[in-house]
């Protein structure tokens, strides 16, 4: 797969018509039908925008082209990124346990030092079922940032009742918080649980979303 098709899938996948990625990104309808259709190469910032409007790491982009002489920039260029980042991958999260106790983690993955606070703490989940599939496919990795504070429309990892964590769109209101699947299948519905009673422990709040195929 090429540098056009992937980022067709990735702004597909993600619901985005191109005029609609081109407001988001900042890049012209006719460029990026251009990429797509293999008939141009993107330029680093080009590339740089689009991984910002896809939610997508700028590596990933950057590791679909695939021969050297398809880079329309020099190494100097491609060395702004710094893939210095250490994250563990971790399995699977129950409500109360910590999220990254050292039975959770699969692996070290890397990810761009230059697009993340170095402060805060973060980990990657890998993405199980459809429940969510307008935004992250089965086997996707979402990247989290561990905070229990979260603002209403924003991603979140969420452990409910003891039960492994879920991802869903959170939205918060009247004591109460509604986690709303992103899907393609009706049987998801939204599940309101009243913060006070029910046992939610927020766990992190999804930042960065990389494709796999």
Known sequence: MNIGDYIKKLREDRGLSLNMLAIKSGVSNATISHIENGRNKPSLPTLQKLAKALNTDLAVLISMLKEPMDLPYTVDDVQEVDMTLKVPLVGSVRAGQPVLA??????????????FNPENVYFALRVVGDSMDKLFRAGDIVLVEKTEIIQTGQIAVVGINGY?????????????????PESNNPAYTTKVYNIKEDEIHIIGRVVQSTTYF
């Open 102 to 115: 050292q039975d959770n983690i699969e692996e070290y993955l890397l990810f761009d030092k230059k697009r």
């Open 164 to 180: 492994e964590a879920t991802v869903k769109r959170v939205t918060l209101g009247d004591g109460n918080i509604a986690l709303i």
